[in-house]
């Protein structure tokens, strides 16, 4: 990520993938989501589930005034021409009330197939459906949720500290889900999940996200892709014009004074950011 505007260039890709940006959910780092968004103009955006918390919603609700920035962002892309698929989560389940329909012109899906400029074919879809926690015992998925934000919350304090030692950022969940050998295994057998559902589906690759860890590889046979989060890593998925896959991260902090000149002007699509 290039530091200041006038080292940047809008890029063009031919598909967008995010998911897990968890509006409602405090620490969600949407200030950067919008940057990223106003660099990079897509011809398809595919929402990877968990944009909104409505669990985080129903207990604390928390809507600041960059949620309403980076909507109307999204509704200016949809207007300039970007198609937008929104293939609901586990904690914006709410929204699969609507499968099948569109809203204006954006559509809900609960998987999508996506095809690349090269003619490969990938899964899209958020992942839950294979969380064995999720599906069969929710009450334990609420008590993990509750864990992960308890991190999140430590997490800040450890960062604070840092930053007053002039250090970077540092991610205790990342971390734990790096070391942890638990963890490793179950980020393992959710990515065989996802493997086996995309071998079903007669598809090249799946593209996913839920577990808050972004990845591509093709150790399982099949190319996962995993576009990772908003909360943490903030990271995404892009195709080239040539169908290739790339991750980027997007971790880089907001200077305040850009940020106000974006939450104060109305979204634009095209180059004109400065």
Not at 253 to 260: C, E, F, Q, W, Y
Request: hydrophobic share 45%.
């Amino acid at each position: 990520m290039l530091d200041t505007a006038e080292e940047r260039q809008v890029r063009h890709v031919r598909a967008l993938f995010l998911s897990d940006v968890h509006l409602g959910m405090r620490p969600a780092r949407v200030n950067q989501l919008i940057d990223f968004l106003r660099w990079h103009r897509a011809e398809t955006i595919y929402l990877v589930g968990d944009i909104v918390d409505g669990w985080r919603l129903a207990k604390t609700w928390h809507w600041p005034a960059e949620y309403d920035v980076l909507i109307e962002l999204m509704l200016a892309k949809l207007a300039g021409g970007s198609r937008i698929v929104v293939l609901p989560g586990n904690h914006d389940e709410f929204l699969r009330d609507y499968l099948g329909t569109y809203f204006g012109e954006i559509e809900f899906v609960d998987r999508a197939i996506h095809t690349t400029a090269a003619g490969k074919t990938y899964l899209v879809i958020h992942g839950d459906q294979f969380d064995v926690v999720v599906m069969n015992a929710k009450w334990l998925a609420h008590v993990g949720d509750w864990a992960y934000n308890f991190a999140l919350r430590v997490n800040s304090v450890i960062n604070w500290v840092r930053r007053r030692l002039g250090l970077t950022y540092w991610s205790l969940s990342a971390w734990a889900k790096q070391k942890v050998k638990n963890a490793v295994s179950v980020i393992g057998r959710f990515e065989e999940a996802l493997v086996h559902e995309a071998q079903q589906s007669g598809v090249d690759g799946v593209i996913c996200g839920h577990i808050h860890f972004a990845d591509i590889h093709d150790r399982l046979g099949v190319h996962y892709i995993n576009t990772g989060d908003w909360v943490e890593s903030c990271t995404a998925i892009v195709e080239t014009d040539d169908g290739q896959f790339e991750l980027i991260r997007w971790s880089e902090p907001v200077p305040p004074r850009r940020m106000r000149r974006l939450r104060l002007r109305r979204p634009k699509v095209g180059p004109e950011l400065s």
